[in-house]
């Protein structure tokens, strides 16, 4: 990184659109000299309690959904605050803006106006020092090219909640590169839809591009995805595995799991068995938010149960936040850590909960949103911030491939000798 100063001139923010066709804010940093760094915040659905929020117009127009007073935020308010700072210190600017807003959960201002030009910013720093933003951040560091974690069959409240379970995912840890790793993904990805397709079950995909789910139980979504693993000849388990998010506070109602689809209601101790039954039948490496962002006795259990063997990601349960990460490492209520930046609300603070993470002996996943566009930033900060894995969606819908296909160059540009982080960054194997 350059020590020297380069002052931001203005900010210009307008708005842009998400993959759901839902209005997000578009931030611009302008420096001296005609420098751009530009930014889109993303948006989530299934989102945990203890996020940034994003602030929406409200009222009848769009669905209440605009972002006119986040852009005027951006314009009015954080544009000239930050003017004449230097772009280079991305952790001043983000205490200014955090600042700025002053509520703990960003809602005066709006995450989304926060985290687009925090990432803005930082976009425009790289562009200054003539870097890719994953060369920027990496310094002096060797690169670290992530192990991608690709959604196959979309659920819960990206797909209407026609199954329970939200992501089912595959991860290839036998694989030697990142091309290969999407190699192999892309073949799951097809026998997949031939099987749906051949089952009378194709109808399109859900929010992040994965199959949508018409599945009779979550169970036989499970089996499908080990069937459309195997098609591939590919072997389960080492060469391809799958990984689960279960966004269980998406289904968690007055200290009940309630699993629509097996019209069941069960407790705590309940989902814990259920999802250790499926550990020990199919070949799962990771599973995310097993139990609800307020069930820390249930985290606990399950992770005591099978976090030798299995990556347990906290996602709404940590929301990107440094004293989440501390106190589940204290609890031993998960052992990674998912890092999705508008979660928190800027780039410096979604650093420091990955190096929480880090110092915890945690994974660490960086994470696109279910709403997405074309900004690829995340691709960068996994790369840049060695992470290890990057989970942005399946693996169809330009606004996924863009991320997939971003790493795809970054590999390319490092040559031989680059570093796939493969199945090690997998805490548990
Ligand atoms: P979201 O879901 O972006 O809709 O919150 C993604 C996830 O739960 O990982
Ligand atoms: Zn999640």
Same mark, same amino acid.
């Given at each position: 990184m350059t020590n020297s100063v380069l002052p931001i001139e203005r900010v210009l923010a307008r708005r842009v659109w998400d993959s759901r066709g839902h209005p997000t804010v578009e931030a611009e940093i302008q420096l001296h000299g005609g420098v751009l760094g530009r930014a889109i915040a993303p948006a989530g659905?299934?989102? $945990?309690?203890?996020e940034a929020v994003d602030l929406r117009d409200g009222g009848r127009r769009l669905g209440g959904l605009d972002v006119t007073n986040a852009v005027r935020n951006v314009t009015d308010i954080i544009s000239p605050a930050i003017? $004449?700072?230097? #772009? @280079?210190?991305q952790k001043g600017l983000d205490q200014l803006l955090v600042d700025l807003d002053g509520t703990d959960d960003r809602h005066r201002l709006g995450g989304n106006a926060l985290i687009a030009v925090s990432m803005a910013a930082l976009n425009a720093a790289a562009a200054a020092a003539g870097q890719p933003l994953w060369r920027y951040l990496l310094g002096d560091s060797q690169a670290l090219i992530p192990l991608p974690e690709v959604q196959i069959f979309g659920g819960g409240s990206h797909a /209407? /909640?026609? +199954?329970? #379970?939200?992501d089912f995912m595959v991860v290839a840890p036998g694989a030697s590169s990142f091309a290969e790793a999407l190699d192999w993904t892309a073949e799951v990805y097809l026998a997949a839809g031939q099987r749906m397709e051949a089952a009378g079950r194709l109808r399109g995909v859900a929010d992040e591009g994965g199959y949508w789910p018409v599945f009779k139980t979550n169970e036989e979504a499970l089996e499908f995805l080990l069937w459309s693993i195997e098609d591939t000849g590919h072997s389960p388990g080492s060469d391809l595995a799958i990984s689960l998010d279960i966004a269980a506070s998406e289904f968690y109602e007055a200290g009940h799991y309630c699993l629509g689809l097996e019209g069941q209601e069960i407790d705590s101790d309940g989902l814990v068995e259920l999802l250790v039954g499926w550990v020990d039948r199919f070949p799962i490496v990771s599973v995310e938010d097993p139990l609800a962002e307020n069930d820390t006795i249930g985290m606990q259990r399950f992770t005591a149960a099978v976090g030798d063997r299995v990556q347990v990601v906290g996602d709404d349960y940590l929301v990107t936040r440094t004293d989440h990460v501390i106190q589940a490492a204290r609890d031993g209520a998960c052992n990674a850590l998912l890092v999705k930046p508008n979660q928190v609300g800027t780039i410096s603070e979604s650093h420091q909960a990955l190096e929480a993470a880090r110092e915890a002996g945690f994974g660490t996943i960086i994470s696109a949103r279910s709403?997405?566009?074309?900004? +690829?930033t995340v691709a960068h900060l996994a790369v840049g911030w060695r992470a290890g894995q990057l989970k +942005?969606?399946? @693996?169809?819908?330009s606004e996924r491939m863009a991320k997939w296909n971003e790493i795809l160059r970054i590999e390319e540009c490092l040559g031989d000798g680059t570093r796939f982080a493969g199945g090690s960054v997998l805490v548990a194997r």
């Amino acid at each position: 990184m350059t020590n020297s100063v380069l002052p931001i001139e203005r900010v210009l923010a307008r708005r842009v659109w998400d993959s759901r066709g839902h209005p997000t804010v578009e931030a611009e940093i302008q420096l001296h000299g005609g420098v751009l760094g530009r930014a889109i915040a993303p948006a989530g659905a299934s989102t $945990g309690s203890g996020e940034a929020v994003d602030l929406r117009d409200g009222g009848r127009r769009l669905g209440g959904l605009d972002v006119t007073n986040a852009v005027r935020n951006v314009t009015d308010i954080i544009s000239p605050a930050i003017r $004449g700072c230097d #772009v @280079f210190d991305q952790k001043g600017l983000d205490q200014l803006l955090v600042d700025l807003d002053g509520t703990d959960d960003r809602h005066r201002l709006g995450g989304n106006a926060l985290i687009a030009v925090s990432m803005a910013a930082l976009n425009a720093a790289a562009a200054a020092a003539g870097q890719p933003l994953w060369r920027y951040l990496l310094g002096d560091s060797q690169a670290l090219i992530p192990l991608p974690e690709v959604q196959i069959f979309g659920g819960g409240s990206h797909a /209407k /909640k026609r +199954v329970d #379970v939200q992501d089912f995912m595959v991860v290839a840890p036998g694989a030697s590169s990142f091309a290969e790793a999407l190699d192999w993904t892309a073949e799951v990805y097809l026998a997949a839809g031939q099987r749906m397709e051949a089952a009378g079950r194709l109808r399109g995909v859900a929010d992040e591009g994965g199959y949508w789910p018409v599945f009779k139980t979550n169970e036989e979504a499970l089996e499908f995805l080990l069937w459309s693993i195997e098609d591939t000849g590919h072997s389960p388990g080492s060469d391809l595995a799958i990984s689960l998010d279960i966004a269980a506070s998406e289904f968690y109602e007055a200290g009940h799991y309630c699993l629509g689809l097996e019209g069941q209601e069960i407790d705590s101790d309940g989902l814990v068995e259920l999802l250790v039954g499926w550990v020990d039948r199919f070949p799962i490496v990771s599973v995310e938010d097993p139990l609800a962002e307020n069930d820390t006795i249930g985290m606990q259990r399950f992770t005591a149960a099978v976090g030798d063997r299995v990556q347990v990601v906290g996602d709404d349960y940590l929301v990107t936040r440094t004293d989440h990460v501390i106190q589940a490492a204290r609890d031993g209520a998960c052992n990674a850590l998912l890092v999705k930046p508008n979660q928190v609300g800027t780039i410096s603070e979604s650093h420091q909960a990955l190096e929480a993470a880090r110092e915890a002996g945690f994974g660490t996943i960086i994470s696109a949103r279910s709403g997405e566009t074309e900004d +690829v930033t995340v691709a960068h900060l996994a790369v840049g911030w060695r992470a290890g894995q990057l989970k +942005v969606g399946s @693996f169809s819908r330009s606004e996924r491939m863009a991320k997939w296909n971003e790493i795809l160059r970054i590999e390319e540009c490092l040559g031989d000798g680059t570093r796939f982080a493969g199945g090690s960054v997998l805490v548990a194997r």
